[in-house]
Nanobody, 122 residues
Framework: QEHMVESGGGLVQDGGSLRLSCAAS????????MGWFRQAPGKEREFVAT????????FYADSVKGRFTISRDNAKNTVYLQMNSLKPEDTAAYYC???????????????WGQGTQVTVSS
């Protein structure tokens, strides 16, 4: 059973940067692909990025491609999301999640964190 905690969210101005972290406490973190999702008020949870268990494969939503970078450190049981050139439309609660593969569908993820809020002011 994986327990995950996100951190690093906050308030940033348009064009700014943030780095989110997701620390997992289970023993099988390196066996899982990890994903980042986000949910804005009144909207469905949407895919942001995912990374394979070893880190060799990454996939991004078109809306964040070129601005966000997902990475992981299996020795630290942590996955990161570096967010640059942030826009007001990136404002949302961001969640990390674990799955057997690097899926885009949030329904295929087994373990979820509680989320961290990112607010981008214009």
């Amino acid at each position: 059973q994986e327990h995950m905690v996100e951190s690093g969210g906050g308030l940033v101005q348009d064009g700014g940067s943030l780095r989110l972290s997701c620390a997992a406490s289970g023993r099988t973190f390196s066996n899982y692909a990890m994903g980042w999702f986000r949910q804005a008020p009144g909207k469905e949870r949407e895919f942001v990025a995912t990374i394979s268990w070893g880190g060799a494969h990454t996939f991004y939503a078109d809306s964040v491609k070129g601005r966000f970078t997902i990475s992981r450190d299996n020795a630290k049981n942590t996955v990161y999301l570096q967010m640059n050139s942030l826009k007001p439309e990136d404002t949302a609660a961001y969640y990390c999640a674990g799955a057997p593969g690097p899926y885009i569908d949030p329904g295929r993820y087994n373990y979820w964190g509680q989320g961290t809020q990112v607010t981008v002011s214009s």
